[in-house]
């Protein structure tokens, strides 16, 4: 049985949680009680090193960074006056040498009481019965330390930490106790109200939320209400993306459709986006989210909100001129059925997006609208190159149809040589696509070709023109089968 779209999405997502998860426990020895090899050899994740040694190391800020000694968090307690409690609970592993190998003790852990008043008091006892419990004198030793920052601006800071203060009573007790490290280390606070930090690095307006919870200090923080906790990962979710977002059925966007009539998907795609638009940019629905609502998010709303209506203008604009021109109504449609020639059965539709850009810059394919400038933005792997890709096929197939028979219709450039060279791989295979097109609807004019310009001193370096059998259009299934830059024999590309 054939796996679904969403269900090969969601065994994807579970493969990465899962090898998300061995990485992690490779790099803490979480999943380990016993070992063979010196646990500092390869178990570097949520470990701390005595702060003594990393103050003494030769290798100054820098052993900080390369092994930190505490963990912690930096938050805004919400209120500035009065005795404030919370309770810090640190948790952690030790490994300790035997005659066969390395034996992981623990966990150790401790909850540590701390009044935050004109003085904060820590009361580290717990701790020191801890350690002293599972390896008495052998100079293990840690604390939770805090300290209160009054800012002459915006709220106090109280910094946590837990930190590795241990000393070795002996070179036995160092080499035993895998040189006084600390492992998988944990810290979580509970119990004290705070308010967020503004992320200042955002602009103020309806479209972000800058409110940060707490900063981590050398590792992340997860935030549950009144609870913090450090993380040894970064936590990052992100989302699949949802490229139809309206209760209508999604129109038919297969490049044979649009290769055949363009305009009813297209209509379709417009009037799915005017009435996304009566609800997404609708000021009742943006406040309810936004808590404070100023007169400067207001003015930033009503100007984004006037841009969607401009943008409502220019799809309606790109559709009448493919209904209206036909030289360009007919340039559209065959760089529809060269994009589903040199997509190869991979994918046989545009997503909404893709059009959506296409159709609000098609009147630059006839010159229009020159002094605009627009930019599609997606995530890795969401169809931006097809996206400019159709807009420069159609610009092509324009060109020939008018009457330009030969000259340069589109210009690339891309930063990275790396990029460019891959970037130029799939511009070739879409324009061969575009060739065979032309020379199937015998339109005049020269081949369609592609220049890599690089320097004179880098490589490849060569001009490689058009044979006469690919002319001839024996070249058909070369591009079909390999798609790939190195084997269209026949077009002028420089390479």
Not at 199 to 219: H, M, Q, S, T
Not at 353 to 367: D, E, H, P, S, T
Request: with cysteine; charged share 25%; hydrophobic share 40%.
């Amino acid at each position: 049985m054939t796996a679904t779209e969403s269900e090969r999405y969601d065994a994807a997502q579970k493969f990465v949680g899962w090898l998300e998860g061995r990485i992690q426990s490779a790099a803490t020895g979480s999943a380990e009680t016993t070992r063979e090899n010196d646990p500092l050899a390869s178990l570097w994740l949520g470990r701390l090193a005595p702060a003594r040694e990393i103050a003494n190391s030769d290798l100054g800020d820098r052993a900080e960074r390369l092994e930190p000694c505490a963990i912690g968090m930096r938050l805004a307690p919400a209120t500035e006056t009065g005795n404030r409690s919370c309770t810090a609970r640190v948790r952690f592993f030790l490994w300790h040498r035997t005659q066969n190998g390395y034996e992981k003790i623990g966990p150790v852990e401790a909850d540590v009481h701390i009044e935050v008043g004109n003085e904060v008091v820590v009361d580290n006892r717990s701790i020191e019965e801890a350690l002293a419990a599972v390896a008495p004198n052998t100079g293990l030793a840690a604390r939770v330390k805090a300290e209160l920052r009054r800012m002459r601006k915006g709220p106090s800071i109280l910094e946590v930490t837990f930190v590795n203060e241990s000393e070795p009573s002996s070179k036995d007790a160092d080499r035993t106790w895998c040189r006084l490290r600390l492992f998988e280390c944990e810290l979580q606070l509970k119990g004290l109200m705070t308010i967020p930090f503004v992320l200042e690095a955002l602009p103020d307006g309806f479209r972000y939320d800058r409110d940060v919870p707490a900063w981590g200090i050398n590792c992340g923080v997860d935030a549950d209400e009144d609870t913090f906790r450090t993380v040894d990962l970064p936590k990052k979710v992100r989302m699949r993306p949802t490229f139809w977002t309206v209760d209508e059925p999604e129109p038919d966007f297969r490049f044979d459709s649009l290769a055949d009539d363009p305009s009813p998907p297209l209509d379709a795609l417009i009037s799915a986006a005017r009435k996304w638009g009566e609800v997404a940019w609708s000021e009742k629905s943006i406040r309810h989210h936004i808590p404070e609502w100023t007169d400067d998010i207001a003015t930033h709303f009503a100007g984004e909100r006037a841009g969607f209506h401009e943008e409502l203008v220019r799809l309606e604009r790109g559709l009448d001129a493919i209904r209206t021109d036909e030289t360009l109504g007919r340039a559209f449609r065959l760089m529809n059925k060269a994009i589903g020639m040199s997509a190869r059965g991979r994918y046989d539709q545009w997503r909404p997006f893709q059009l959506g850009f296409m159709l609000a810059n098609i009147v630059a394919c006839r010159g229009e609208e020159d002094d605009l400038v627009d930019i599609v933005w997606f995530p890795t792997g969401g169809g931006k190159t097809e996206t400019y890709l159709g807009l420069v096929l159609t610009t092509a197939f324009y060109d020939r149809l008018r009457g330009k028979m030969t000259g340069v219709s589109a210009w690339a450039r891309f930063p990275l040589r790396l990029l460019s060279l891959q970037q130029t791989q799939r511009f070739a295979n879409a324009l061969a696509a575009a060739e065979l097109v032309r020379q199937e609807e015998g339109i005049e004019g020269d081949p369609f070709g592609l220049g890599f310009l690089i320097g004179g001193s880098a490589t490849p370096n060569s001009i490689q023109d058009a044979s006469p059998d690919w002319i001839a259009g024996n070249g058909r299934q070369t591009i079909q089968q390999e798609g790939a830059v190195s084997t269209i024999d026949g077009l002028p590309v420089l390479s």
